[in-house]
């Protein structure tokens, strides 16, 4: 079964930390790009960050470059993303995704979402 | 990156077509044949419908189709069913590895 399942989301003040998970299961993990995107609350998607299928790159959206890091481990077909100085508009639904085969630029397996409410 | 336009609303009735539209740049949606789109239903992940601007993935029934031009991008449903009713969103590959969405387009089926 093709599934991505995020996990790690919760409750933080602003300030601190939290690392997001997303185990890949059905599909061949190694060989795609992987992507974060997130939803705040009533609005639209937002894309945050992508990594190359080996690991090699990594790219970041203006609105968290410098907090955010991205990261991947192939041997356990797992994704990360480690966010630091969280702040009130990081609120959002968090999903781990799936770039379609290379050149296409789409996203075509979504996780269900990792709920992030940052609040004191 | 600024986001792309889409009319916050859309509908119509069952059998009929509707177009939503999906306004950017010429730095994405003009610049690149890379334009997508996601049918969100309520409580779930989007799912993919449209990709390179007018292809459809395996599963996708052709009533879905997709076209651009200039800055604007379009998703066309065709025979609206109940089901179709969702969130729809556009996305487009904006160049340096870049990407961006559209805020998202409500249809409802009358």
């Known amino acids: 079964q093709v599934q991505l399942v995020e996990s790690g989301g919760g409750v933080v003040q602003p300030g601190r930390s939290l690392r997001l998970s997303c185990a890949a299961s059905?599909?061949?993990?190694?060989?795609?790009?992987m992507h974060w995107v997130r939803q705040a609350p009533g609005k639209g998607l937002e894309w945050v960050a992508v990594i190359w299928h080996d690991g090699g790159n990594k790219y970041y959206a203006e609105s968290v470059r410098g907090r955010c890091t991205i990261s991947r481990d192939n041997s356990k077909n797992t994704l990360y993303l480690q966010m630091n100085s969280l702040r009130a508009d990081d609120t959002a639904v968090y999903y781990c995704?799936?770039?379609?085969?290379?050149?296409?630029?789409?996203?075509?397996?979504w996780g269900q979402g990792a709920v992030v409410t940052v609040s004191s | 990156q600024s986001a792309l336009t889409q009319p916050p609303s859309a509908s119509g009735s069952p059998g009929q077509s509707v177009t939503i539209s999906c306004t950017g740049t010429?730095?994405?949606?003009?610049?690149?044949?890379?334009v997508s789109w996601y049918q969100q239903l309520p409580g779930k992940g989007p799912k993919l419908l449209i990709y390179?601007?007018?292809e459809r993935p395996s599963g996708v029934p052709d009533r879905f189709s997709g076209s651009k031009s200039g800055d604007t991008a379009s998703l066309t449903v065709s025979g609206l069913q109940a089901e179709d009713e969702a969130d729809y969103y556009c996305g487009s590959y904006a160049g340096s590895n870049n990407w961006v969405f559209g805020g998202g387009t409500k249809l409802t089926v009358l």
């Open positions: 010429s730095s994405d949606v003009g610049g690149y044949n890379y």
């Open positions: 995704v799936r770039e379609a085969q290379l050149g296409t630029y789409a996203f075509d397996i």
């Open positions: 390179e601007v007018s």
């Open positions: 059905g599909i061949t993990f190694s060989s795609h790009g």
